[in-house]
């Protein structure tokens, strides 16, 4: 039984690995912002402290702190950012010419993973390993509800933000005094469905309608609503439905999109939450697993 669970926890150690390596993927784009926001945080956190003990409101004190980082440290920063950026980039581009003698980095990380595995053959006995005899049912049915809701999810924030187009256009309508707001608001729920173009298809030849026909001001009013309001509201609504069912952080899912976006084009909308529900399902399965060889 011990040696079933070692082959289970190298299995979903796998899993795993192949998983936080798509999440790496997803926050790649994010990973410089979030690491020098950590340091400001910590930096600046006992100057924070000062103020907020001077300034009773929260988001007053949050304002001021953020405002005298940015005069204290970003602008400088930028100078010096530039500097590094063109000296990383030239040591960037040394090591990708030695990895290209080598045949790139996939080829590279094969082999690594290869001799990762050739390690573990010493310990466990990987020619016997079988999905079904290590993976519980119960552990395979948990990784396709994990994936499921995820992308049950993604079909409720689609239809979430389809609805919540249509009625943000169909009001900016009414409110201008143009035909037929609520057929507008349906034909806008609908474009919302395709991507890149979305809603915009509808509320952007209406606004240029309105300034050919010397309605600017209406026309502008409805530019403004439709990318600051319209528009934007894919932004809000998606991540919150998608965090409601998913049962994941709305930042967290936010962050997934975008990375997704960025990593895989517009089927990131999707794999994105997928990738990381998968990633949590199976690194809780892992730690259930190495927590019960543990007290076994």
Known sequence: M??????????LLFLAAIALYFCFLIIRPFLSPIFLAVMLAIVFYPIHTRIQARIRKPNAAALLS???VILVFVAP????GIVISRETRTLYQLLNERSTEQGGWNPYVMHAMDRVVQWA?????????????????CQVERLFTGVSNSIVANVYGVLAVGAAQGALTALGFWVLGLHSPVLWGLVTALFSLVPIVGSSAVWVPAAII???????????ILLGWGAGVVAQS???IRPY???????LSTLVVFFALLGGVKAFGVLGLFIGPVALSFTLVVLQML???ILGHSAS
Do not use: M
């Open 2 to 11: 011990e040696r079933k669970q070692v082959a289970t926890a190298f299995f």
């Open 66 to 68: 953020t405002v005298l």
């Open 77 to 80: 920063a930028i100078g010096l």
């Open 210 to 220: 309105l300034a050919v026909s010397g309605h600017w001001i209406r026309a502008l």
């Open 121 to 137: 053959g010493q310990y466990v006995d990987l020619s016997n390993l079988d999905l079904r005899g290590t993976a519980l049912r």
């Open 241 to 247: 439905v998608i965090s409601q069912r998913a049962n």
């Open 287 to 289: 730690r259930e697993t």
């Open 234 to 236: 894919d932004n809000v």
